[in-house]
């Protein structure tokens, strides 16, 4: 059957128990292993990279089915899980909640010195993931998780999640590299969370025409444009459309503005690369592309289980501790049978899955 439905990510205030979190270290610890056995690695990133299989992910982990909170959880759990073992998995792990994903790159590179392979394209990889959502894509969510998953040769998958404080709503950005033609058109392998309605979507399909007057736009002398902004800034706009003293910093703005007009960004990905250059920045020049040059830019928002051991708050049941520990130790045997030549419980589970899948 299709994977298609929504699903709803209210915040959730406080923490998972230690009791819990430290089975979830264990038990995401042996799902990933008993992929890598079965997959190899780039099929565990292909599934992370799934909103539904995600989420699916956290369910059998014990946390909640709707929870902001899954997402932070289940990736801190996987990169516990995994520390120690990137050589066995070839799976590694960088970012995090907070001040933990500013340091993503730090981290890639701290890792690449130990295993020696290039940080330069997972880097880039990270930043314009984090940058897209934060500025090319407005759609009243602001980015506090960012947890990029990768191997040593380059392949990458993203799992990263906003908040919007006034609807206590949650949204996840879910991003795989082989799929990635153009970090700046269609790049998400999915978003998942509550509609907000409109959203500046500068990485829709439609917003090509407003991404190249954008850059271009960039490469002119700034006071031109700053002109054109003033007086604009006076007009009744829809929601979301206009720019007024209190939501935009015109000195600011021209400080973004020079910055890029030096580096003449050649388009619009170049351009969203550029440091400095923000929500704000964006949103005034597609702002411009619109209204002065008449190339609109999208305003479609682009977003779109089961337990095994039950909920962390109680839902639909209490963890069952018993039940949670033999299925950690029930994969640990499988996979450690498998690497000796042993693949009698490996077969057994894949029999299990089929049988599954053609119940259903």
Excluded at 20 to 37: D, G, H, K, N, T
Excluded at 108 to 134: H, I, N, Q, W
Aim: with cysteine; aromatic share 8%; glycine share 8%.
């Amino acid at each position: 059957m299709p994977r298609t439905g929504i699903a709803h990510l209210p915040l959730h205030w406080g923490a998972a128990p230690p009791w819990l979190f430290q089975r979830m270290v264990r038990l995401s610890r042996w799902v990933v292993l008993a992929l890598v056995e079965e997959m190899g690695p780039r099929e565990v990133l292909r599934r992370l990279s799934d909103p539904f299989w995600f989420q699916a992910l956290g369910c059998f982990l014990g946390f909640d089915w709707h929870s902001s909170g899954l997402t932070t959880v289940v990736c801190a759990a996987i990169k516990e899980g995994l520390r120690g073992l990137e050589r066995d998995t070839g799976i590694l792990v960088a970012g995090g909640k907070g001040r933990t994903s500013r340091k993503t790159p730090q981290e890639v590179e701290a890792l690449a010195d130990s295993l020696s392979f290039s940080p330069g394209p997972l880097v880039y990889a990270s930043r314009m993931t984090a940058k897209v959502d934060s500025a090319a894509l407005q759609d009243g969510y602001h980015l506090y998780h960012h947890t990029l998953f990768f191997t040593t040769d380059g392949a990458w998958a993203v799992v990263q999640q906003g908040m919007n404080p006034q609807t206590r709503y949650a949204r996840r950005y879910h991003w795989l590299g082989e799929e990635v033609k153009s970090f700046v058109c269609e790049p998400h392998a999915g978003i998942i969370s509550e509609g907000v309605g409109e959203a500046l979507n500068m990485v829709a399909r439609e917003s090509e025409a407003a991404r190249q007057v954008s850059a271009a736009l960039a490469r002119e002398e700034p006071e031109r444009l700053l002109r054109d902004l003033r007086r604009i800034a006076i007009l009744e706009m829809p929601h979301r459309h206009h720019l007024t003293d209190a939501d935009t910093d015109m000195r600011r703005l021209e400080r973004s503005l020079r910055q890029a007009y030096e580096a003449q960004p050649c388009d619009f990905q170049e351009l969203l690369g550029i440091v400095g250059v923000g929500p704000a920045t964006i949103r005034a020049l597609a702002l411009a592309s619109e209204l002065i040059y008449g190339a609109p830019a999208s305003r479609r928002d682009p977003a779109r289980y089961s337990y095994a051991h039950g909920g962390k708050d109680g839902h639909p049941y209490p963890i069952d501790r018993e039940t949670y520990d033999r299925t950690v130790q029930a994969l640990k045997r499988a996979v450690m049978r498998a690497r000796l030549g042993r693949r009698e419980s490996m077969e057994a589970l894949r029999r299990l899955s089929l049988f599954l899948t053609q119940e259903c």
